[in-house]
T-cell receptor, first 113, second 110 residues
Framework: DGGITQSPKYLFRKEGQNVTLSCEQN?????MYWYRQDPGQGLRLIYY???????QKGDIAEGYSVSREKKESFPLTVTSAQKNPTAFYLC????????????FGSGTRLTVV | DQQVKQNSPSLSVQEGRISILNCDYT??????FLWYKKYPAEGPTFLIS?????DKNEDGRFTVFLNKSAKHLSLHIVPSQPGDSAVYFC?????????FGAGTRLTVKP
């Protein structure tokens, strides 16, 4: 079955450490996205990529980095520069040939301790 | 700059009655609108969508209405079922730039 997989589901990080969240899709989607969800707020876009080896900053990119070396993979690194990293992170993918809905992963809950 | 707004953080309805979730947007360039349903600790799942050239789209118990002049859309669920209890996100997009509302938590009571 095609889908999008995020791992791990729960992640704990000490302050000052970088951590990388995995996102893999086998839907043959060109576009991939990282969102952050905080209580009482909508999904806020961190980074997105429309094609391999290319990505753009979203609304809240500071303190995050991404790579898109393969079409299937779009890992997100939460760096120590991110001031408030504790959140629920969602990866999504979509076709790029028009306005179609996104397919979301099941999310990663990151907690900084 | 919140371009998509869901002003009701929560909604509670009785099983069998109609649930109406509302969404407003500010960007007139949006040309496609979607509703997603989300359970706790899971990713959102696509529910229903509507193109800006239409004013209504129906899929079973779910109907989305679009009022372009008012920049408003709504999701109707009828009849509501306890399994519909979830957070519903409204989304609007223009050329794959998708914006989400803050979500409305729907609780359907048996």
């Amino acid at each position: 079955d095609g889908g999008i997989t995020q791992s791990p589901k729960y992640l704990f990080r000490k302050e000052g450490q970088n951590v990388t969240l995995s996102c893999e899709q086998n839907l043959n989607h060109d576009a991939m996205y990282w969102y952050r969800q905080d209580p009482g707020q909508g999904l806020r876009l961190i980074y997105y990529s429309q094609i391999v080896n290319d990505f753009q900053k979203g609304d809240i990119a500071e303190g995050y980095s991404v790579s898109r070396e393969k079409k299937e993979s779009f890992p997100l690194t939460v760096t120590s520069a991110q001031k408030n990293p504790t959140a629920f992170y969602l990866c999504a993918s979509s076709r790029s040939d028009g306005n179609y809905g996104y397919t979301f992963g099941s999310g990663t809950r990151l907690t900084v301790v | 700059d919140q371009q998509v707004k869901q002003n009701s953080p929560s909604l509670s309805v009785q099983e069998g009655r109609i649930s109406i979730l509302n969404c407003d947007y500010t960007n007139s360039m949006f040309d496609y609108f979607l509703w997603y349903k989300k359970y706790p600790a899971e990713g959102p799942t696509f529910l229903i969508s509507i193109s800006s050239i239409k004013d209504k789209n129906e899929d079973g118990r779910f109907t989305v209405f679009l009022n372009k002049s008012a920049k408003h859309l709504s999701l109707h669920i009828v009849p509501s079922q306890p399994g519909d209890s979830a957070v519903y996100f409204c989304a609007a997009t223009n050329n794959n730039d998708m914006r989400f509302g803050a979500g409305t938590r729907l609780t359907v009571k048996p």
